[in-house]
């Protein structure tokens, strides 16, 4: 079974590298053979794929050579993604680099370069983030940082993010949250049930944006959290909220906890809420949290003998 998860991964990474070869940077909503709308895949499943090779290390016989951690980059270089470039280097250093072991100033003097060096070459193939919009365009951190908050708030300026009445950008969108009429939410049945998921889903408008289109007061595309709470009201977010949690507090390993928790935060909040959505990043999930309980903690989330013949 872990043999075959595994190639399965890696059947993944040379498609997604034979895609850069055919389409080059271009086509973000394919990943190997996973598709999905938009390029939210990509991100979810680039982080999923370090967090499963880092588990199975725990297994001798599946010990993993340092470069095959930096395989999973393939996939947010080929979808042309922005957020790992700054996540996956994070992750690295505390899933591969010290998985277990306690920092040390010395240890963090000795690896950090490594994370730095990441985040250039990130910055660098990315074409979004570099002035010349290039392939391999020169590192500007001032670029980026206003890029991001351009593209996330509608302004690269601070002091100017709730300055205006409508909202932009996934992280503007949060403010409706807290202001459920600008999402067409008038009523109290209607915060707490929601719109309902055919409203948007089967919408002849296409992809479900702020605008008129969807009479939302909000330019560009919207955080999952206020796509939830318009679908689903306050009550199905906070129910799959709680799902989600109760599922990642299953993990026995504090490092790992908080790995997939602020995964979890940042996709659901800032991008596509895939984590637990997604099949293939669902099942690869969860079965990195068995896995990791059951042969590190011998702590397994259910018995197995209670429920196969497995002994």
Partial sequence: MLSLLISAIFIQIFLSFVKIIIYGLKSESIVGSVQYIGGGAAVVLTFVFLIFFSIIQIEKRFRLKKYIYLLPIIVFIASLKRAPVFLYPVFYFFLVIFPYKKLSLNNIV??????????????RTNATLNPENSNWGSFNLKYVTDYMFEYNFGTSKVYEINETDITSGRGGSLLLLFQP?????????????????????LSSEGRFVGGKAYGIEHYGLLSSAVVIFYSLGLSGFIFMVLMSLYIIFLIRTKRLLWIILILYIFELFFYGNQLFINHASAFLIIFSIYYSNYFELKVPIMPLKKYSGYE
């Avoid at 009429?181 to 889903?201: H, M, R, S, W």
Wanted: charged residues 15%; proline residues 3%.
């Fill in 181 to 201: 009429g600008k999402i067409g939410l008038q009523n109290a049945k209607e915060i707490l049930f929601g719109q309902g998921i055919v409203d948007y889903a």
């Fill in 110 to 123: 000795k690896y950090v370069p490594v994370v730095l060096l990441l985040f250039y070459f990130g910055v």
